[in-house]
Nanobody, 123 residues
Framework: QVQLVESGGGLVQAGGFLRLSCKASPSIFRPNAMAWYRQAPGKQRELVATITSGGSTNYADSVKGRFTISRDNDKNTVSLQMNSLKPEDTAVYYC?????????????????WGQGTQVTVSS
């Protein structure tokens, strides 16, 4: 069965860092693009970063230069390194498997989501 499990969230002060990880089912990881989304209380879910099966990455403007998405095809894991964290980064972060062309600019989410991991950044 398809499964996505996020981990690595926590409480950190502004300017700090966290690394999120998402373990995916082997059958869906390698052929597909992956993404990180986040949702803050009372706000719409937003796309944070994507990575294609070939390793092309794209980022939301709000996290460019601070966040880095990567994937390990041997471990079936996608990660999100978050540096220089800001209070506005506070949200539940979700892993998703989806579809994208080679550049990764046109990501389309699937119905497969992890349980989410909470990131809280204090000022």
């Amino acid at each position: 069965q398809v499964q996505l499990v996020e981990s690595g969230g926590g409480l950190v002060q502004a300017g700090g860092f966290l690394r999120l990880s998402c373990k995916a089912s082997p059958s869906i990881f390698r052929p597909n693009a992956m993404a990180w989304y986040r949702q803050a209380p009372g706000k719409q879910r937003e796309l944070v970063a994507t990575i294609t099966s070939g390793g092309s990455t794209n980022y939301a403007d709000s996290v460019k230069g601070r966040f880095t998405i990567s994937r390990d095809n041997d471990k079936n894991t996608v990660s999100l390194q978050m540096n220089s964290l800001k209070p506005e980064d506070t949200a539940v972060y979700y892993c998703n498997v989806g579809v994208a062309e080679d550049s990764g600019r046109y990501y389309r989410a699937s119905g497969y989501w992890g349980q989410g991991t909470q990131v809280t950044v204090s000022s």
